[in-house]
T-cell receptor, first 115, second 112 residues
Framework: AQTVTQSQPEMSVQEAETVTLSCTYD???????LFWYKQPPSRQMILVIR??????QNATENRFSVNFQKAAKSFSLKISDSQLGDTAMYFC????????????FGAGTRLTVKP | DAMVIQNPRYQVTQFGKPVTLSCSQT?????MYWYQQKSSQAPKLLFH???????NEADTPDNFQSRRPNTSFCFLDIRSPGLGDAAMYLC???????????FGQGTRLTVV
């Protein structure tokens, strides 16, 4: 079975500081994609960043970066210079090449950025 | 702007009364998904369409059905809603393959 685990139900960070959200996953597949999605209080989920498992280089999108450790099956999200607008639920998600229309989500981490 | 649109945003239905939620997309994506999301939980995949091919998750109750009459529209039918079906229902689309999903704003279903 393929599972995604987010062990931090809630986190908070001061504005302008850096925070890291954790995600681990379990799969027997070697080819897959990992995603971080953000779901603000308005509830529309949007993609933050994605990582292809075959790439060793960690993905980066502006203030968002990942630390992808394939051997450890870990995929953490780092948010630098946190902004009030980063307050949201963050979901880690996983999709394999084999079941590439089946995206699995973790339980989410609720991040609050404090002024 | 191209997007995924869900209607209505909020739906109240009576226990046991059939209800239909709708989703439309202007992205021309092959895949359309329906997820159920209960409070503070991960979105749970109910089923998805790849074009006209319907794929049901093994643990999706028979009470939930879906229709996709064309590329743009997809419907979620709940034949006899129970109190446990109250949730946010998310529609998403994708080009297929290992591509990101684009989500609608969701429909919050309340069962009274």
């Amino acid at each position: 079975a393929q599972t995604v685990t987010q062990s931090q139900p809630e986190m908070s960070v001061q504005e302008a500081e850096t925070v890291t959200l954790s995600c681990t996953y379990d799969t027997s597949e070697s080819n897959y994609y990992l995603f971080w999605y953000k779901q603000p209080p308005s509830r529309q989920m949007i993609l933050v960043i994605r990582q292809e498992a075959y790439k060793q280089q960690n993905a980066t999108e502006n203030r968002f970066s990942v630390n992808f450790q394939k051997a450890a099956k870990s995929f953490s999200l780092k948010i630098s210079d946190s902004q009030l607008g980063d307050t949201a639920m963050y979901f880690c998600a996983f999709m394999t090449y084999l079941n590439n229309n089946d995206m699995r989500f973790g339980a989410g981490t609720r991040l609050t950025v404090k002024p | 702007d191209a997007m995924v649109i869900q209607n209505p945003r909020y739906q109240v239905t009576q226990f046991g009364k059939p209800v239909t939620l709708s989703c439309s997309q202007t992205l021309n994506h092959n895949v359309m998904y329906w997820y159920q999301q209960k409070s503070s939980q991960a979105p749970k995949l109910l089923f998805h369409y790849y074009d006209k091919d319907f794929n049901n998750e093994a643990d999706t109750p028979d009470n939930f059905q879906s229709r996709r009459p064309n590329t743009s529209f997809c419907f979620l039918d709940i034949r006899s809603p129970g109190l446990g079906d109250a949730a946010m229902y998310l529609c998403a689309t994708s080009r297929g393959g290992v591509n990101e999903a684009f989500f609608g704003q969701g429909t919050r279903l309340t069962v009274v």
